[in-house]
């Protein structure tokens, strides 16, 4: 059996370490793309739904004021 060089041994170690680290790159990018990408949707799907509970909100608001403020004019009527 003939001795490598050290030189030798350390690049096929660095290579097989490459091989093996593309290999986990391919799956962990696309795994990592897919969580990023339903990240973001669920994100938005969230903004949508408090938007859209603001808006129903802010027409009770404006309901409920609309009545007060009748009742205000009514009262300061009652004064005069």
Do not use: C, W, Y
Request: net charge positive.
């Amino acid at each position: 059996m003939v001795a490598m060089p050290a030189t030798d041994i350390r690049l096929i170690r660095s290579l097989t370490f490459l091989r093996r680290r593309q290999k986990f790159n391919v799956v962990d990018s696309g795994v990592l793309v897919s969580l990023i990408g339903g990240g973001f949707g669920l994100v938005g799907i969230l903004l949508n739904k408090i938007i859209k509970e603001n808006r129903s909100d802010h027409g009770i608001v404006r309901d409920s004021l609309n009545r007060i403020e009748t009742k205000i004019d009514g009262h300061l009527e009652d004064h005069k």
